[in-house]
């Protein structure tokens, strides 16, 4: 009910956003950049036609004087050959190999809050193995009364659920933090997926093994050859870790860990072990490599901190970016992504000009809690140089730190948790560049 | 809040129903079908690596002693090969030819809410046309004061919005008006989707033309080689009708209408119309061919309901179904779709004795207006013949009927919304067949 309202709410506001403008500045929209008809053809409805064909590309097109393609041509779709360019990408000098290495999310062309399968990041630590279901095993062990492995049949049989969140490397932006400038937002921000999962809670498995007094931590273990581990709190485990064998309906794709992997929303990508094949209850962490050497914070005293779990909240504006420049001056339509950790995002600023003002957004998606919220704002662009920044402020009332605050706090030697407010820098010609505002 | 208090309550609801189970009633799971570890594995945490390896696959799988593949092998990922056998089918006999055909979502491979875009079913009337998006229009005519011309760029500017909305045939299920009996889930009730829609509502280009007094209905024609056409009333226009460009994050699929479509959401799918290229404003409806001879319900007196368009409360079990028979008896996690054009799902009740008893299913999903929802409940089968059926009633607290309420009022003639309350036998064996009750 609260959720029908809420999205009625949204298209509500978003005409009624529409009805305050006066006709001249909605008319803008027709004027800067559509193809408004003539006289005549706004005198009748039937005249309309002719007076549009002026406005259509010449010639009828071959697509509709013709029969296309039958069904099940591709019993499995793909897209569109006019969107071969929307792929992942990656960066040869980023990692020493690309057997453990990362490829980005091309957020730029994408919209909405969910990520389709082919496109999600990938992040490997010893490549991609092929792993068989029919073969795999999932041990759970340690401080249990009743320890098990259980194959994918097995774990079928339990209650499922599915979640919409999100998935971040704690690394995405990290190369910006000393002050390098990557001139695409799917290099930027493209560490990042939203998807809707599908498993089993960690809670219902806790309790079919029994937990023993004490036990307090989890070590979740990977089936790939770098055999993956990190620690995870048992809090986290009991609240709302999903061990998940489907992404966005279908099965786990490969490099999503497939046959199943572990999904703690609003943590870390690294905790979230894919080709999941052990999980051991201890009471205590175990101090793997990948939670020593890896993935903790390096601070400016030289010390490290360890465990910083959560993603804090985020954004990053999608629409202008350098991928997607601006045609000349008019009314756009600017929107991003906004995400926390911690819950669903509350707010979404939007400045034009680096900073100094700031206007609130519409949320434009569902809003859910640790899963991208999309937000979008009307601009009319003069032409001028403008810097464009988003600031986004969850439910706990976090709000996104500027470069300032945040290298004051954490120096300039970390690779994870980078969440400065970003800003682009809109060119006369409509190009856009990536610059940093401290 | 009120979404995050909900994914909390059904998470707490899944845990409590667990704690109330008895030890022993838990521990069914394991005895049946799991492999649990024995007393010396329980004994201590630690032996119990050893004892479990004992119920792994001989051998120790070559994934986890090798390097893998790196990334963007696929830049433009895919499904496991190991899961290749879910796909979308078509029935060579259902229409004279392929070209203007239907091919059908593979449900009961499906998990969660969404339709993965590769496999979301096909619907075309002269067949898939190969639309060129730098040279496509759309064109918004008739009775309005600001007659456009819109490209996609054009379109883009708009303010925009993304919903979660399911899609369906109206003729989904069609073929068991008279009795027949489909052999799979895949067939009985396959044309059907759920997708999160991005795009401009059509309210907003409405607004942006200028809707003339009188208007009342508006025309949709698509750009393919049948120029599919229906008639839409103004009403539905203003409510959340939606000019889309792209499903689940990326760009429309070209089966889906790319570049640009138009959803209705909660309507048969056909008033959806793809690769859409005009919107006439007018104040009747155009009785085209797809709203005459077709889309139109033939009653038992031999007339014929006209702009028949909401798809009304349905629901169906997707595990166990005949791809999903049973492996022996135990406990298994019953699970199924429920939908309705009319509003969000209010409950879904679930028979295993021909519906003579019925239990009251969880959600496992989010429950969103017009959207796909998926519900759950615990089932421990004793090895006996059974009856599973599923019962949806929507906010509105319309009841999905049985079969003989519905041919009380609709016959035996119809192809069109048959939603009827649909029962799967399970045999002795396990394995399931699609049966009707009255």
């Not at 390096?298 to 420049?325: A, H, K, W, Y």
Request: aromatic share 8%; charged share 20%; proline share 6%.
């Amino acid at each position: 009910m609260s959720k029908q309202q809420e999205l009625d709410g949204l298209i509500k506001s978003i005409a009624a956003a529409g009805e305050k403008l006066p006709g001249p500045e909605r008319r803008l929209f027709l004027k800067q950049g559509l193809t408004m008809l003539g006289a005549a053809g706004a005198a009748s409805g039937a005249a309309g036609i002719g007076a549009a064909e002026a406005a259509l590309p010449p010639g009828v097109p071959s697509w509709t004087k013709s029969l296309g393609t039958g069904v099940v041509t591709n019993p499995y779709g793909e897209p569109s050959p006019f969107e071969a360019h929307i792929k992942r990408r990656n960066l040869e000098w980023l990692t020493a190999d690309k057997i453990a290495s990362i490829s980005f999310t091309p957020l730029a062309d994408l919209k909405g809050i969910i990520t389709p399968n082919g496109l999600v990041f990938e992040r490997y630590h010893a490549g991609l193995p092929a792993v068989d279901p029919g073969l795999h095993r999932l041990m759970i062990h340690g401080m249990v009364d009743r320890p098990i492995v259980l194959s994918m049949d097995d774990l079928m049989r339990f209650p499922s659920i599915s979640m919409t969140r999100f998935l971040e490397c704690a690394a995405n932006g990290g190369m910006e933090w000393r002050g390098a400038q990557m001139d695409r937002l799917q290099l930027t921000h493209g560490m990042l997926a939203c998807c809707e999962w599908t498993g089993v809670l960690l809670s219902t498995l806790l309790q079919e093994v029994g937990v023993q007094k004490g036990a307090a931590w989890i070590l979740a273990e990977g089936a790939d050859g770098s055999h993956m581990s990190r620690s995870i709190p048992m809090d986290k485990a009991l609240d709302d870790a999903l061990i998940v064998y489907a992404q966005n309906g279908e099965p786990l794709r490969p490099e999503q860990g497939y046959p199943v992997r572990l999904i703690n929303p609003g943590w870390e990508g690294n905790t979230c072990v894919k080709w999941l094949r052990r999980l051991k209850i201890g009471d205590k962490p175990w101090y793997h490599r990948e939670e020593t050497s890896k993935y903790t914070d390096l601070m400016p005293d030289g010390s490290s901190r360890e465990f910083t779990f959560v993603q804090e909240c985020n954004s990053v504006i999608t629409n202008p970016c350098p991928e997607n420049p601006l045609k000349g001056p008019g009314k756009f339509w600017v929107e991003g992504l906004a995400w926390s950790g911690r819950g669903k995002i509350k707010q979404v600023d939007v400045s034009f000009d680096g900073g100094v003002s700031w206007r609130t957004t519409r949320f434009t998606s569902a809003v859910l809690p640790r899963a991208l919220t999309r937000f979008g704002v009307e601009w009319d662009w003069n032409g001028a140089q403008a810097l464009l920044q988003s600031r986004a402020i969850d439910e706990t009332g976090y709000v996104q730190p500027t470069y300032g605050q945040l290298r004051a706090v954490r120096g300039t030697s970390s690779i994870y948790h980078k969440n400065a407010i970003h800003t682009w820098k809109v060119n006369n010609n409509g190009s856009v560049a990536n610059v940093q505002i401290s």
